[in-house]
């Protein structure tokens, strides 16, 4: 839901972590009026406030895999196959934890993605063993967050250790920096499966072109592959670290309802607070999504800045809030 999602952050509108769809926090309504059951006969979960977030499981996969997946010139992968086998490695040892701690060691501990990523491939011994990179020279794009910074360095630092001269450069935006990957300005990128697939599935067959992401995250890869290879790009191995929509509540209020799952959730609650970006009501990943997918009842939403969702659940405003799966603060809660 960051700069980064070109075509689900089109739709949504969110630009960074802490800078999201507008509105103010409340402005989605007033409070719920007190009630002992929903329309369902469920009774009302009122919101539980505590300090930690735990991220309910999204077990009838509402949100597509966007998990980080190591994108590369084609040209660049044929003349340098290590290169793809080398990001593929860095796949195999990043899972969600491991990015959520990744993002709280920048955006919350301060500490720089350079020196984060150096910390992560000699904690996962990543390093190679065979310089075979020896008078190559590779650029490493990144987007404009840091989490993308950050696994760009990481990219780097693998890569340098196998001999090649690397350097990360932060571009900007998918419409900026995909270009510069399919022409070789830049050798690789990581990327977010789902969100690629649906961006270039628009762009080579047009805006309402119908989705081919799923939950699945192989059956999105496969159908990703030939449009990247259509678009002069290489995709690697995809990691089980995911970067995507989920929805949180304080741990105290799912130890109290003895829910772990959004399944559980809607057969626990009715008469929820939900707190989201000002669009959540009209978007399918959102309100209608939960609704829909798995017959959640709300009594009431809060339109909240992206980066206070989660301060308002904690402060028992909300009873559950979306939220990013790798956010840096769920790092104690996991």
């Given amino acids: 839901m960051r700069a980064r999602r070109s075509t ?4 949504v509108a969110i630009a960074t972590l802490a800078l999201g769809a507008c509105g103010s926090p409340g402005s989605g309504g007033g409070e719920a009026e007190p009630t002992s059951s929903g329309s369902s006969g469920l009774a ?3 919101p539980v406030a505590g300090e930690t977030l735990v991220v309910l499981e999204d077990d009838k996969g509402l949100q597509n895999a966007d998990n980080i997946i190591p994108a590369v010139n084609k040209a660049a992968a044929a003349a340098n196959p290590q290169i793809v086998e080398l990001l593929d490695s860095v796949s195999d040892a990043l899972d969600t934890d491991k990015l959520i701690e990744l993002n709280k060691a920048v955006d919350i501990d301060r500490r720089t993605s350079s020196e984060v990523a150096e910390e992560f491939v000699e904690t996962e011994d990543l390093a190679a063993q ?3 990179g020896s008078g190559t020279s ?10 993308s910074a950050t696994l760009a360095e990481i ?3 693998v890569l ?3 001999g090649y001269t690397v350097e990360v450069r932060t571009i900007g935006n998918r419409e900026t920096y995909l270009p510069a990957l399919t022409d070789g300005t830049i050798t690789a990128v990581p990327e977010y499966a789902a969100t690629l697939t649906d961006f270039l599935n628009a762009q080579q067959n047009g805006a309402g072109a119908e989705s081919v992401a799923s939950a699945d995250v192989d059956e999105t890869v496969a159908a990703l592959t030939p449009l990247a290879d259509a678009a002069g790009v290489v995709v690697g191995a995809p990691s089980e670290a995911q970067d995507q929509n989920a929805f949180a509540v304080t741990s ?3 130890q109290e309802h003895g829910v772990e799952t959004l399944s559980e959730l809607a057969e626990a609650c ?7 970006p000002a669009e959540c009501p009209d978007r399918p990943f959102c309100q209608p999504g939960l609704e829909e997918t798995y017959g959640l009842e709300f009594g009431d939403f809060q339109s909240y800045d992206f980066g206070l969702i989660g301060q308002a659940v904690r402060q028992g405003e909300a009873a559950i809030g979306l939220v990013l799966s790798s956010d840096g603060s769920l790092a104690s809660d996991s």
Avoid: K, P, Q
């Fill in 8 to 11: 689900t952050l089109t739709l």
């Fill in 138 to 147: 590779l650029v490493i794009g990144a987007a404009n967050f840091s989490e």
């Fill in 270 to 276: 009715g008469g929820l607070v939900l707190a989201g």
């Fill in 44 to 46: 009302t979960c009122e």
């Fill in 252 to 254: 105290e209020f799912a």
């Fill in 160 to 162: 340098r250790s196998a």
């Fill in 130 to 132: 065979d310089d075979v």
């Fill in 155 to 157: 990219y780097a630092a």
